[in-house]
């Protein structure tokens, strides 16, 4: 039994999904915090963007 909680101890294959679950965490909430920037900035860019390609 000793050798087992050993072997789990040892094994970092559980820090990385727990790494990778904080990371998406903090992403989502910057993303729910500067959700209206973010819609105006893609507005604006896509804008440009219809404006820029009538023009060609």
Not at 12 to 28: K, Q
């Amino acid at each position: 039994m000793g050798a087992v909680l050993c072997d789990f101890w040892r094994e970092e294959d559980a820090i990385g999904v727990v790494e990778i679950i904080l990371i998406l965490v903090v992403l989502i909430g910057l993303v729910i915090i500067f959700k209206n920037q973010l819609v105006s900035l893609v507005k604006n860019i896509l804008s440009k963007i219809t404006s820029q390609s009538n023009s060609i």
